[in-house]
């Protein structure tokens, strides 16, 4: 049994597929695969059910995934002492973000840290708040950009940065709204929206917001994705409510709320009181400031971080 094994067994747990474990993992799908198969050969049983469409653990799967995770929580941790010791040439590192991201271009940000430490593989994965946290307790993220929505962290995690996101309410070009420039809460209550996948960080402030100020919102349709949200909203099949930033890139008429103005805040989160990890240490002061200013440097509004 290896550690890559164990690694592809567990990325196809949390990705879901072979194909998108694979993309996760930088290989192609087919070598991913033989690398499961041979792994099941060698316990002698099937881990993953692949009669539907998607995967699901066998008894023997979920027999195994904690067991995996200890020994790659285990393997990291020896990897990173390693690295304190041979310094930064090589590594490797995973963070997580919501997709909804915009308070940070985390893309400029990894492609800088690229620039300075090419030798350390970073891995990138997008979830829901949950699983990001459940990720960070489990060692298998290093870092992560959550949207808690005032929950506090869990013990063991500890909040590095914050910052302070605006949330719009975005219409199609044409609407009655999207010349008006704001707008109260309480005259969407005849609007259909378009919400966000239920139990991510976005749709929980926005169902919170409505709550607080009574409004009972119709839901037309609601997505996973962030892109497709913000194509049915420019269709007009309802109105949204999504981090400014969003609105603006995707050059929808983007309407400022009043009473009050909706905002929510952004951690970048890992374990406490730092990474373990040097790499992800090193990427840790970068993503909280310490880099010089320039290109790609956090945007939007920072707050004390708690």
Partial sequence: MEIRQLRHFVA???EGSFTAAARAELIVQSALSTSVRNLERELGAELFDRTGRRVRLTEAGRALLPQARQLLAGAASAREAVARVAGLGAGRLAIGTIQT???????AELAAFHREL???QVSVREAPVEELIEGLRTGELDLAFLAPDARPLPDGLASFGAWQEDLVLVTAPGHPLASAGRTLIKDLAAEPFVDFRAGTGLETAVRRLAA???????????VTQIGLLVDLVRAGIGVAIVPRRI???AGLPCVAIRQPEPGREVLLAGRAP???NPAAGALLERLTGAAPEGAGRPAGRR????
């Fill in 118 to 120: 090419p030798g350390i």
């Fill in 303 to 306: 707050v004390p971080a708690g």
């Fill in 274 to 276: 730092r990474p373990r």
């Fill in 12 to 14: 196809v747990v949390t």
């Fill in 212 to 222: 607080h100020c009574g409004l009972e919102r119709r839901i037309t349709c609601d």
């Fill in 247 to 249: 609105g603006e890139a």
């Fill in 101 to 107: 991201l915009t308070c940070v271009d985390l893309a």
